[in-house]
């Protein structure tokens, strides 16, 4: 099994930063995507970056140019950086990752969501 855990979400000012964290553990080859999907009340989850294992990135509208995803391969952890936060940024934001794991002697990759992070932004 494979245990997706994100932190640094909190309250914060309309035009401040937070950094999320998503650290990735138990029994895994590798990790090849790694995305940030946020939920808010009364709203579909929406996706909101996405990094392959090569290092591309991307954003949805919404967030291109305040936010950045990246990934720290060695510590199966990926981040977050939310610039110029806005009130419509509050939500409960949840990291996902493609995990490449060998099972019954074949390779496999399997999708595992975090239990969230809330993100309140408000003055």
């Known amino acids: 099994q494979v245990q997706l855990v994100e932190s640094g979400g909190g309250l914060v000012q309309p035009g401040g930063s937070l950094r999320l964290s998503c650290a990735a553990s138990g029994s895994f080859s590798s990790i090849n995507v790694m995305r940030w999907y946020r939920q808010a009340p009364g709203k579909q989850r929406e996706l909101v970056a996405t990094?392959?294992?090569?290092?591309?990135?991307s954003y949805s509208d919404s967030v291109k140019g305040r936010f950045t995803i990246s990934r720290d391969n060695a510590k199966n952890t990926g981040y977050l950086q939310m610039n110029s936060l806005e009130p419509e940024d509050t939500a409960i934001y949840y990291c996902?990752?493609?995990?490449?794991?060998?099972?019954?002697?074949?390779?496999?990759?399997?999708?595992?969501w975090g239990q969230g992070t809330q993100v309140t932004v408000s003055s």
């Open positions: 990094m392959r294992s090569g290092g591309s990135a």
């Open positions: 996902n990752a493609d995990v490449i794991q060998t099972d019954r002697g074949g390779t496999f990759e399997y999708r595992y």
